[in-house]
């Protein structure tokens, strides 16, 4: 139940108060902020960042303001299209609409009044390219990198990324420099970046755990998080909200716990909502994603869906239940020498490169395994329903691991004894014996390479059509040919990696409005109750048109809900400088 307020209780007087410092907490804060209300941000871990840290930070915008510089024009009547065919009725269209229509709004707002920056990511296509508006690249963002020794002493406040994911466990690279220091070898261009991006790293060390040049989630975490510091809004870390207040219908205030005592908070203008939904609760997982349920996730562990039940007690409405309402990475666990868990998700570094294969246990390919990691793990599951596919097998040869890495083994691994030993990685000097250790059919096995191989020669996957596509072949090795994501697996030791299905967030969500007001079952707006990023329904229905489709609309709905809070402002109520 929520609690009533009492005009004389309040311990804390705030006119905007966000839960969650991920992209899209942030985003609303700092909005909040620039539209000079006086601003609480709420984060129960001692650190910013949440999900958002640990992913590539990019964002998905159509007719973004870096588009309109390269004299790209058009895309937003071909975005609308390319969402309604891919969405449909899987969501309401008024969101979606809101979305295109103010997520260029919010990166024109963010350029102007903050530092906080994006570069168009020109090769990188929409995920589903058979649909018409799918665009070639343009409307993906990825951050400019920051300088994390800018953050002085409050670096350590900023979310790691995923340790696996570091070069020499603390240096952070792009992708596009991961691919060139690959060529370290052939290339003075990749030699010098390597030691440039090495002696940087080195000179880090010697004062912080881990690389200060931030790049990806972790830059543009820290970038959000320099600009509240910057106007000293007030963010209260390891504090937990235990209940939401209500005074005639609205959501006025809420009740903290920190430092050990309870405190109540007014909210004049409303409360926002940005816990990053529930991938990490495993009761909630059983109820609400399909089976078999995932164990996993790669997600932030303190996405537990608390910010979701304090909506829920306060009269909101999640969205309709979707085909499997998550959004998913197939992932490969491991236990660390600390004895955590590892979970690394294979995204595009392995499965669509020339020389691999996914099989289920007939040992027969089920996907185009260059298809974006959401459609690779649907058609996990579709293949489920017949024969076992969960976990799927990656299958390749030695001299693919060495070229392109699997998984957590990087490339140019000179050896692999370790991941054997732990159980990662399965190897053996043939085919059917490969087949044997990892629970699939030799037969079938045996024939699905053989015709893979057969691919490889023609570049025609003439089952799946891996490599038909923009989007495959922009993931694949564009110096294979003829096709980038088509190469035999002939050369022992044969190799192969299970991966499962791991949400990298959750989409369903609140039921919410186009301004992020939650809503009630009958779809009224609460007042003063606001949700962003994974807390709110899925814009997309659960559907993920292109990289960045989460972070976008997270920062989108950030930025509507605290400008729809700060429309009702009580210009009267005293600002008063916030702290930190």
């Not at 969650?20 to 942030?26: S, Y």
């Not at 590539?56 to 071909?78: K, Y």
């Not at 309401?92 to 350029?111: K, P």
């Not at 006025?252 to 007014?266: E, P, T």
Request: aromatic share 8%; charged share 20%.
């Amino acid at each position: 139940m929520t609690a009533k307020a009492s005009a004389d209780a309040w311990d804390e007087d705030y006119e905007l108060v966000v839960l969650g410092a991920g992209a899209g907490g942030m985003t609303a804060a700092l909005v909040s902020s620039i539209e000079g209300m006086r601003t609480l941000l709420i984060e129960k871990s001692d650190q910013i960042g949440g999900t958002t840290a640990r992913s590539s930070g990019t964002v998905w915008i159509p007719n973004n303001p870096e588009q309109r510089r390269l004299g790209i024009t058009g895309d937003e009547a071909a975005a609308r299209t390319y969402l309604d065919g891919l969405v449909g009725a899987r969501a309401d269209r008024s969101l979606r609409d809101a979305f295109i229509a103010a997520g260029s709004q919010m990166l024109e707002y963010l350029e102007k009044h903050t530092d906080v920056r994006f570069q168009i990511y020109r090769r990188h296509p929409d995920y589903r390219q058979e649909l018409p508006g799918a665009a070639d690249g343009g409307r993906p963002l990825e951050p400019l990198p920051f300088d994390g020794r800018t953050l002085g002493k409050e670096f350590g406040r900023v979310r790691a990324p995923l340790r696996e994911l570091m070069l020499f466990g603390g240096m952070m690279v792009t992708r596009g420099e991961a691919a060139q220091l690959l060529r370290f070898a052939t290339s003075w261009e990749s030699l010098v970046l390597g030691v440039r991006l090495t002696a940087r790293y080195v000179a880090d060390r010697m004062r912080y755990r881990r690389g200060t040049r931030l790049v990806l989630g972790n830059a543009l975490a820290a970038r959000l998080f320099r600009k509240l510091l910057d106007r000293h809004v007030t963010i209260w870390f390891e504090s937990s909200t235990t209940r939401l207040i209500t005074e005639n219908g609205r959501v006025c205030g809420l009740l903290v716990g920190r430092n050990g005592a309870q405190v109540r908070v007014r909210a004049r203008c409303g409360v926002v909502l940005a816990g990053g939904g529930f991938p990490a609760n495993q009761v909630l997982r059983d109820r609400y994603l399909p089976k078999p349920v995932a164990q996993h996730t790669p997600a932030f562990e303190g996405c537990i869906g608390e910010t979701l039940q304090l909506a829920l007690d306060a009269g909101a409405a999640l969205g309709p239940s979707g085909m499997d309402n998550a959004l998913w990475f197939p992932s490969s666990i491991s236990t660390r020498e600390d004895g955590s868990t590892m979970v690394y998700p294979h995204i595009v570094l392995d499965r669509p490169k020339p020389g691999l294969v996914a099989v289920n246990a007939a040992g027969r390919r089920f996907v185009d395994e260059a298809a974006s990691y959401h459609e690779f793990v649907r058609a996990m599951y579709r293949s489920h329903r017949s024969v076992s596919s969960i976990p799927a097998m990656l299958v390749c040869d030695r001299r693919f691991v060495w070229k392109y890495g699997l998984g957590m083994i990087r490339p140019m691994t000179p050896v692999l004894k370790p991941y054997v030993d732990n159980g990662y990685l399965h190897v053996a000097q043939s085919v059917e014996a490969l087949a044997r250790k990892i629970g699939v059919d030799p037969s079938g096995l045996a024939e699905t390479i053989a015709k893979h191989n057969e691919y490889a020669v023609t570049g025609v996957d003439t089952e799946f059509g891996k490599g038909g596509n923009a989007y495959d072949r922009g993931n694949g090795d564009p110096a294979h040919g003829p096709n980038p994501c088509l190469g035999p697996i002939v050369k022992p030791p044969f190799c192969a990696v299970a991966v499962v299905p791991t949400p990298l967030g959750t989409s369903l969500g609140l039921r919410t409005d186009a301004h992020a007001a939650v809503c009630d079952a009958a779809g009224r707006p609460i007042r003063g109750l606001y949700a962003c990023g994974n807390d709110m329904h899925s814009v997309m229905g659960g559907e993920y048109p292109g990289g960045g489709a989460q972070l976008g609309p997270a920062m989108t709905f950030g930025y509507l809900a605290a400008k729809s809070a700060a429309s009702e402002r009580d210009v009267s109520f005293p600002m008063k400088t916030n702290r930190y």
